[in-house]
DNA sequence: CTGTTAGCGCATTCAG
DNA sequence: CTGAATGCGCTAACAG
């Protein structure tokens, strides 16, 4: 492995001196300090000549910038978690950031450790994906950084230095959507296959569906309301077990859709056809809503949207550090298919 | 934003030299080199007060090692790479590494431009999935890393300073289990969907495809093998197109599992049972697989295993930088559901 | 065992 | 327009 060519290098080859190479690299830079454009063909050519090419690391410590972001995800092979990645790179490099990804493996100690490596890395800012650690620890991992904004999470407001924003979508509006849906389409005894009991989102949702019902001038029973996993067999589980106990139920409200995908493996099981004999709305629209059969009808999240956003709160945050923090809510909208009546 | 801590403000705390602090930091580095438990202790308290984090870059810069790994990939939002990231992410963690994640976005003009940002950030070596670029240029980028490995994807040897290692996944033997699921199980009329017609896995599946005909004995009928791009829609119109003008096909080994749930749309279409009037293999084995109706029998790709493979590959040239070039072929293996006749 | 010192590669005044 | 000097925060000899 050669020695790599610094900036001495090519001010030597290039008969100049170091300063002016670093002008040129960063294009005209200082306001009254221009190159000849001799000059600058010269350095031009003694970059190429060497294939030099600047140490972000040195340019880092002397600006204390690094132009860099950290992501940290619960685990990115999640679609749910990839969608976001895949919004938050998209506008970083945009605005010429580069994004370290922090994969927590689900695993909330490593996710705090990562948290701490990531700042070791003086990274410009942060967003963090729906964290499981306490509200306490969070903040204090989070105030290590310039700026930080939270993703599908809210945390109470504090007076630190660090202001955390957040883009979280609504929950409760979500779970009325679904809910009404089914209302409008004639279903009576709507149940829900709710997630884990613990869950921000599976409270909002739930919470949105009881509202529904209420408006609606219907008993919520608590006896068809089950929580189970976000999986596929958890959910099919938990469906079997209601729509055994209480046959008379004509539809269900699933916490995502992985449990939905249960649930039409259910209503399979039991032969009952959907949406015929139960209609099922889902939530989140991941990819296999649209491709199982038959599709379901599902409350979209935009994945993609919600870290789009999140990068931009982090972006305004950098250029206007001492605004209020913002909190901004996504709407989630109803996808129509074909696990639920629609006409 | 108060001023972060440094060395300096530690060791004047604590009463003692930078070196020292640099010493307990690193954990009793030098050979015969001990500090007394006592001024350890004194250090220790001292970083805790001023709750100093020693600063990454400043060390990395010192040391010409950044503890970080680069992993490109085309799209993070693709479950395939999220795989890979996966498994890189989790035996980079275990080996101490931070990696930092470039996401192509699909444009190879993209693809090249980080591999360029991210060996700025002076990475210790990187890890490039499936590009699209051209042999010459990718060999080019990837040279100017310590240490490379490329998944998925072959590169001339070269005697280039940088030794490129890679893992890839046996496309031939995989076409080959494939076909001959099929054939074993009866199947007389086998068509091809096949993928891109300049991929490299789509040529190895489709050869591996002729081989097990030729080795049974089979003609080899180039009109029922069709190419499309690997999504549901594009795969759906191909098989019915195929199945239209070649109504005697009776299986269908499919480029991938998206390409086969277009095939599954298709023959619902066109009212063909599955497995009982059409045997269909996908390949692999992606979440949706096994959810859709009837799951797929398909070969499975071992994507996260993939990715410790590569991250193995690259930790081991780190150490051994002078080894020969290796090249790591992993087999799939065939996943039997319900798609095609099992018994 | 602990303190001193010289870089690591670059950005940035400040005088020419 | 250009060159010299200083510092970013830390590691790693090298002396004590």
Redesign the pocket.
Known sequence: MK??A???DV?RLA?????????V??NL??G??????Q?RQRVLDAIRELN????A???S????RTNTLALVVPDIANPFFAGIARGVERVARSANYVVLLGNAEEDPKYESKLLEILEERRVDGVVSCSSRLPDRDLRGLLEGYPVAVLVNRLIAKSDNRTTIDSVVIDEVAGGRLATQHLLFFGCQIIGMINGPVRSFSARGREKGYRNALEAAGLPVREEIILHCQPTVESGQKAAEKLLTNHPEVTALFCYDDMVAIGTLKAAKQLARRVPGDLAIVGFDDSLLAGLVTPPLTTCRVPKERLGEFALQLLLDRINNPSDPPKELVIQPELIVRESAPAR
Chains 1, 2 share one sequence.
């Not at 009254?32 to 454009?37: F, G």
Request: proline fraction near 3%.
């Open positions: 020695k790599r610094t900036q001495d001010a008969g100049v001196s170091r300063a002016t190479v670093s002008y690299i960063n830079s200082g009254n300090i221009r190159i000849s454009e000059t030099y090419q600047p140490n690391l040195a340019r410590l002397a600006t204390q």
